[in-house]
C-alpha cells in the first residue's frame, strides 16, 4: 500500500510526465527502465532507491530550477517513509488514552441476590494528538544541499585522515585534523547508538563490547556488501554527554546512493574476462551483480549521505573525515562500466583536496547547477528533524587499492560525538585502474566491448 508521502511524490511526477507529452514507454527507454516500473513510480506503487534516474525523470519532463529542489525533497520524504518499519510512530500519529478505572462492585446484603459480575474495562479511547499543523515530514525545509566531496584516497599514508572543516580566518577550534588518537582507538569498535553515561563530570561512557569489524580487523573486505535494492552501509556513534534522543541526540546518516550519478560513470573492478560477466543489470540492482563476482568500485565511489536531526533541535556537523585504513597496489583486474553517454548530474558544491600536502585538508570550491554558479559552502552545517542536508562526495583513487571509512563530527545541546559511516559494518574499499583493460555493454553488438576513455 503506497503511503501518503511516495502519493504526494509520485503526484508530482505524473504532472511533469503529463506536461511533457511524452509517453511512458519513450520516458521509460530514456531512463533505462521497464514502463511498468516506470508506471508503478507515477502511481505512488513503488519509489525509486535512489534520486539519479528521479532527477533524470524530471530534466527528461523539463523540469527547472525550483521544481528540480521540489522534486528532490518529494523524493527524500518519500524515500524515507518507505524506509520507516511498519508500525512505526510518525509526528500526529493517534495516541491511546486509558479510560478511567471502572468503579468496584459493592457488596449486597446476604439476603439478597448475589452481586452481578464487575463489567468488563472498557477499552482504550484514541484519541488524535494535536499535530499543530503539517507534520515534521511535510514541513522539510526546500534547502536541501547537495556537495560534493573529492577526496582522493589514494596519496593518504596508513593511518591518516582527510578533514571538512570550517574554513575561516583564525583558527579553527581544537585541531583541523583528524580526532586524538584516544578517541580514535574509542572510535574503532562499531557499536550501536546508546545513551552515553552522564554525571556532573561530562565523562565519555565506555563503549559497549562489539563483534563488528573494526578498524584493526585483518583484511580488506571481498567486495561490495549490500544486497540488491538494500540501502546499505552502516553508522555507528561514540559520544559525551547528553542523552540519545531528544536534546543532545545524534543525527541520523544513510547512504541513499553509492553512486549518485547512476547509472552512469561507474566501473567496477572484477577478476575475470569479458566472456564470464553477464550483462549489467538495473541500476538498483548493480552493486549486488558486483558483489556476485566478489567486484570492487573502479577509479571512484560517489556516496550520497543523507543527514537528519531526530527532533527539532539542531544538530551542528562540524567536519567530515576521511579514516584510511590500508593502501596497496591496485588490483591487477579488469574494468566494467555500469553506464555510457549520460549526462553530469548536479553538482551544487564541490569539495577538493590537495592530497600531496602533508596534513590533506577538503577545500571547498564553487560548483555549477545548470548554468548557475553556486558559492562554495564549507562546514559547519546544521540539520533538524525539518532540515535535511544531502551531501555527494566523490571518493577518487588512481594508484592503489584502498579501504577506508567515513566519520562525521556533531554536537548538539551540549554532547558531541563522532558518527562512524562504513559499508555495514566494513571499511569501503576502492581500486585505482589505471592501465587496466576496461569494457563497456554494447547497445548493437548486446556484449561487452573494449570501452575507450573520452
Known amino acids: ?82 524506509r520507516r518499519p511498519a508500525g ?43 499535530s499543530g499543523g503539517r507534520s515534521p515530514w511535510a514541513r522539510l525545509s526546500r534547502r536541501t544541499r547537495v ?69 584493526s580487523s585483518d583484511g580488506p573486505p571481498d567486495g561490495p ?28 546518516v544513510t547512504i541513499s546512493s553509492y553512486n549518485w550519478e547512476e547509472p552512469c560513470g561507474q566501473f567496477y573492478l572484477l577478476d575475470r574476462g569479458p566472456e564470464g560477466v553477464a550483462p549489467p543489470p538495473a541500476p538498483q540492482d548493480r552493486r549486488g551483480w558486483a558483489r556476485s563476482y566478489a567486484g570492487v568500485e573502479g577509479g571512484n565511489m560517489r556516496l550520497q549521505l543523507t543527514v537528519q536531526g531526530t527532533s527539532r533541535e539542531a544538530v551542528v556537523l562540524k567536519g567530515l573525515y576521511v579514516r584510511v585504513l590500508s593502501r596497496k597496489a591496485p588490483l591487477p583486474w579488469s574494468a566494467y562500466l555500469m553506464g ?23 577545500t571547498p570550491v564553487p560548483g555549477t547547477q545548470g548554468d548557475r554558479v553556486v558559492p562554495a559552502v564549507p562546514f559547519p552545517y546544521k540539520v533538524s528533524s525539518e532540515d535535511v542536508e544531502v551531501f555527494n562526495l566523490d571518493m577518487k583513487t588512481t594508484g592503489y587499492d584502498v579501504t577506508w571509512y567515513l566519520e562525521l563530527k556533531w554536537s548538539s545541546g551540549g554532547r558531541e560525538g563522532m ?19 576496461m569494457y563497456t555493454y554494447g547497445n548493437d553488438e548486446v556484449k561487452w566491448e573494449p570501452y575507450q576513455a573520452g
Open 340 to 362: 555510457n553517454g549520460c549526462g553530469s548530474g548536479i553538482a551544487p558544491q564541490t569539495f577538493a583536496s590537495d592530497l600531496d600536502a602533508g596534513h590533506p585538508v577538503i
Open 88 to 130: 512505526a510512530a510518525v509526528a500526529g500519529a493517534a495516541v491511546p488514552v486509558p479510560a478511567a478505572p471502572a468503579p468496584a462492585p459493592v457488596s449486597a446484603p446476604e439476603t439478597a441476590p448475589a452481586p452481578l459480575p464487575a463489567p468488563e474495562p472498557e477499552p482504550p479511547v484514541v484519541v488524535s494528538a494535536p
Open 1 to 82: 500500500m503506497a503511503t501518503p508521502e511516495a502519493e504526494h511524490f509520485a503526484a508530482l511526477l505524473k504532472e511533469l510526465k503529463d506536461r511533457s507529452g511524452r509517453s511512458y514507454g519513450v520516458l521509460a527507454g530514456r531512463l533505462h527502465v521497464s514502463t511498468s516500473t516506470l508506471h508503478r513510480y507515477c502511481n505512488g506503487d513503488a519509489v525509486p532507491n535512489e534520486y539519479a534516474p528521479v532527477e533524470r525523470f524530471a530534466r527528461l519532463c523539463g523540469a527547472v530550477g525550483d521544481e528540480l529542489v521540489e522534486v528532490h525533497r518529494r523524493w527524500i520524504v518519500a524515500d524515507a517513509a518507505r
Open 225 to 252: 556488501s549490500a544486497e540488491p535494492g538494500a540501502p546499505g552501509g552502516s553508522v555507528t556513534e561514540r559520544s559525551r554527554g547528553g542523552t540519545a534522543t531528544g536534546l543532545g541526540a545524534p543525527p541520523a
Open 147 to 215: 556537495l560534493i566531496a573529492a577526496a582522493g584516497v589514494a596519496a593518504l599514508l596508513v593511518p591518516t585522515t582527510v578533514v571538512a572543516t570550517a574554513l575561516v580566518g583564525s583558527r579553527a577550534e581544537g585541531s583541523a585534523g583528524a580526532p586524538d588518537r584516544a578517541d580514535r582507538a574509542a572510535g574503532d569498535a562499531s557499536v550501536p547508538p546508546a545513551p552515553a553515561a552522564s554525571g556532573a563530570s561530562g565523562a565519555p561512557a565506555s563503549p559497549s563490547p562489539s563483534t563488528s569489524p573494526s578498524a
Open 419 to 437: 558518527l562512524r559511516v562504513d559499508d555495514g559494518g566494513k571499511p569501503f574499499r576502492t581500486s585505482g585502474m589505471r592501465g587496466r583493460p
